[in-house]
């Protein structure tokens, strides 16, 4: 290991500082399933992040990132049973898979991503074997899937189906697997059972029982860099020579994960593909993500990629790619087409308004946004496309006055042709903090056309589920409120679970709330976010020993960046200890 860092360096020097990186990716790889964030820790935008990152950034060119195309059904099953791809087709079985519910959903989609997920691992180790580079594809390492099953997230497995792919073009070479999940390769092992030329390695946290034809290693619960990185040269050290090598560089490897046992720092992840990278180097190498239940997994990969770049141990910048993302698309948006409207007909509400028999509704959202301009917005920010992925279309926004300022509602129909409202949003120009600021007032994402279940149980407040994209709509808010000359966007989170996705950016104006709020992370946030929400709302939740309550005070998400840390906050912070009870 002392060689590895050395090594990288050299690399980066001959390459001129920054090695080319052949990168498959396509924004369908986000898989819509709302659930999985919240449910699972696993953060479907991941592939968009690192995607996002990386050619923003300007660390990967345009013309390096490749769309691929969905596998043929005919290439599955090369490795799969035509039982398990038919069930695939059916959502309550491909609901099993991803442990959630059939109405969630559009199962097409879903194995629309799947597959296109597996076109690109298939083309990017046709690549790795043509030029002997290494090649990443942004999602992928389904190592869970069997030839006649599926499971662990994993409907199908696409190392398998890769290799079947090559073998059927005429490759016959040595080929080698590296798993390096926190989980083994269960499924790999049996898809690729009968290929001798196939050497399969494995380095993680849990103990399934033996795998035959695996050269397992199976750490201890916890282990941290220095015990990973040794036995992960022992590993390679018993590695056959091989021409083309799949590495599962798992992003569930560090602390904190919840699904992995495993106690990696990103810096020991960085290390952990670095000295695979020096043992492969000078033949083909697909890189796959695998998994990651973390809001740090992006950076794991992200890592990855820039281990692949010569970037060595190269920090990955603190920058939220959402917001940079979104900054891009905001300043290529015309303020004049944000404020045109094309509609010039008057409909039922406009010939009510001319009467004088309703209030008349503002032309412009904050005298800046009208409905076409923010159906181009939502189209232009990816909205429109994540919400017709869940099955509606026909998308209208209106604008009306409300008690309290303005109400936006963007409305959808589903593919029985009925209308729904699928987001609401109140706001209102305000001074908080001595700053000016859009405060909202009300703000509800739904998706009528899923249900309740088990794998996604009612939270309090809510009346159907929603859409997953509240970390976008927060965002597309703050571009709202800089676009009008405002310093922030406030609001008033009536429960835990609409406080925490923002609380990296967002604080509570009152230092002492902002202080309960971090004590609450602290002591109970592994419990996640659904479950601890519950709990408040049960009454479960003690603060110094005495039952807690949610307290619903303003919160205020700033546009650059929080405002310097009010140490009053700190202090606040020591003061509470919060436990759980099993009873009120």
Not at 289 to 309: D, I, Q, R
Not at 467 to 492: K, N, Q
Request: hydrophobic share 40%; proline share 6%; charged share 25%.
């Amino acid at each position: 290991m002392r060689n590895v860092i050395r090594w990288a360096r050299r690399a980066r020097r001959t390459l001129g500082g920054s090695a080319g990186l052949d990168l498959w990716y396509d924004p369908g790889y986000r898989l819509p399933i709302p659930s999985l964030g919240p449910r699972h820790g696993l953060e479907p935008r991941r592939a968009d992040f690192v995607a996002w990152f990386l050619t923003l950034e300007g660390f990967v060119h345009t013309e390096d990132v490749h769309t691929p195309q969905p596998v043929r059904y005919g290439d599955l099953a090369r490795v799969h049973t035509e039982e398990l791809l038919t069930s695939l087709t059916d959502g309550r079985r491909l609901a099993e898979v991803f442990h959630t519910d059939p109405a969630e959903f559009q199962s097409d989609e879903v194995m629309q991503a799947i597959r296109r997920a597996v076109g690109g691992t298939v083309e990017a180790a046709r690549q790795a074997l043509a030029s002997r580079s290494a090649c990443l594809n942004l999602l992928g390492g389904f190592h869970h899937a069997f030839p006649e099953k599926a499971g662990g997230l994993c409907p199908v497995n696409d190392i398998a189906v890769a290799v079947a792919v090559l073998r059927a073009e005429g490759f016959s070479g040595p080929i080698s697997v590296i798993d390096l999940d926190a989980h083994p390769p269960d499924g790999t092992t049996a898809c690729l059972a009968g290929d001798e030329r196939v050497w399969i390695g494995s380095l993680s946290g849990s103990d399934w029982g033996p795998l035959v034809g695996c050269d397992e290693t199976v750490l201890p619960p916890g282990t941290g860099d220095g015990a990973y990185l040794a036995a992960l040269d022992a590993l390679l050290a018993r590695m056959p020579s091989s021409e083309l090598i799949f590495i599962i560089a798992g992003g569930d490897v560090i602390a904190g994960d919840r699904m992995g046992q495993l106690g990696l720092s990103l810096d020991g992840a960085r290390r952990r593909d670095l000295a695979v990278l020096q043992a492969v180097q000078g033949r083909g190498s697909v890189w796959l993500p695998g998994g990651g239940y973390t809001t740090e997994a992006w950076k794991v990969l992200a890592g990855t990629a820039f281990a692949l770049l010569g970037r060595g141990l190269a920090a990955i910048p603190n920058r939220d790619p959402l917001d940079l993302r979104f900054e891009r698309i905001a300043s290529h948006l015309d303020p004049q087409t944000l404020g045109s409207d094309e509609e010039d007909w008057l409909g039922s509400a406009e010939i009510e308004e001319e009467l004088g028999i309703r209030q008349r509704a503002p032309s412009r959202l904050l005298g800046t946004y009208t409905r076409e301009g923010l159906l181009h917005a939502l189209d232009a920010y990816g909205i429109l496309s994540h919400l017709a992925r869940l099955g509606y279309r026909a998308f209208r926004v209106e604008i009306e006055a409300a008690a309290l300022g303005e109400r936006v509602r963007v409305l959808g129909s589903d593919a029985g042709s009925q209308e729904h409202v699928l987001g609401e949003v109140v706001v209102e120009r305000k001074t908080l903090a001595k700053r000016p600021i859009v405060f909202v007032h009300w703000l509800t994402l739904r998706h009528p056309a899923s249900t309740f279940g088990r794998a996604r149980p009612q939270l309090p407040g809510q009346e159907v589920p929603g859409l997953g994209i509240s970390v976008e709509v927060v965002e597309l808010l703050s571009r709202a409120a800089a676009r009008t000359d405002a310093h922030g966007v406030g609001f008033r989170p009536s429960y835990f679970h609409t406080a925490w996705p923002t609380s990296e950016r967002s604080s509570f104006v009152d230092p002492g709330r902002q202080g309960r709020m971090e004590a609450l992370v602290r002591d109970l946030g592994h419990l996640g976010r659904y479950d601890l929400s519950v709990a408040l709302q049960q009454g479960r939740v003690r603060l110094n020993g005495e039952p807690y309550a949610w307290e619903p005070e303003p919160m205020v998400y700033w546009l650059k960046g929080k405002s310097a840390r009010d140490p009053r906050v700190d202090k606040e912070l020591e003061k509470y200890r919060f436990t759980l009870s099993e009873e009120p």
